[in-house]
């Protein structure tokens, strides 16, 4: 299981991915908010453990707008702050739990395992389209028997594909609903995105699923291979 630790205070960082790893858990460290907003929404995790004081995005920041942003993925809260509404804030923001420091490690295993093993166990809801089977519970998809990896933002753009049974989005549905209402960058990167999706979810299959429409957007269809 592959989890993200934001955290920047680099000791105890160091000390939790130690140790998150020889329970067997891959971990990536960001020591910043921006830097773990960036990890969070290019890669598929398990779970965020999540500080709330840090440099460039709090953690309330960082939670929000992955909430926003319609990213599902657990996430536990670490702070050295007392007092039960820092803990209420963070709950209201989307987090899924909250463990504050000085913490047992053994304790934050139990908490990481459990959010992990709650979100798995939660209702299926898989999407199909042809052979093409996406979860948005799991974030995992297969074509036919073969997982497809993807990254976190490849996978929320083919979920709200997927989601319109055939349907068309337009660029700008898709900037909204994967990117975000603030994104303000060039609105090509769906373009961008569509083509990573190509690449990893019809070519090596011999399919076309994700077809352009042109001057409108994209969709998604039933494809047989070629």
Known sequence: MRVLLVEDEVRLAGAISRGLRAEGFEVDVANSGTDGLWRARENAYAAIVLDILLPGLNGYALCRELRTEGNRTPVLMLTAKIGEHDEAEGLDLGADDFLRKPFSFVVLVARLRALIR?????????????????DPTKRRCWRGPSEVVLTAREFDLLVALARRDGGVATKAELL????GFEFAGDENIV???????????DRPFARTSLQTVRTVGYRLVDDVAA
């Open 118 to 134: 709650r979100a798995s166990n939660a209702p299926d809801g898989v999407i199909t389209v042809g052979d093409l089977s996406v």
């Open 176 to 179: 909204t609903e994967v990117w």
């Open 191 to 201: 373009e961008v995105y569509v083509g990573y999706l190509r690449s990893k979810v």
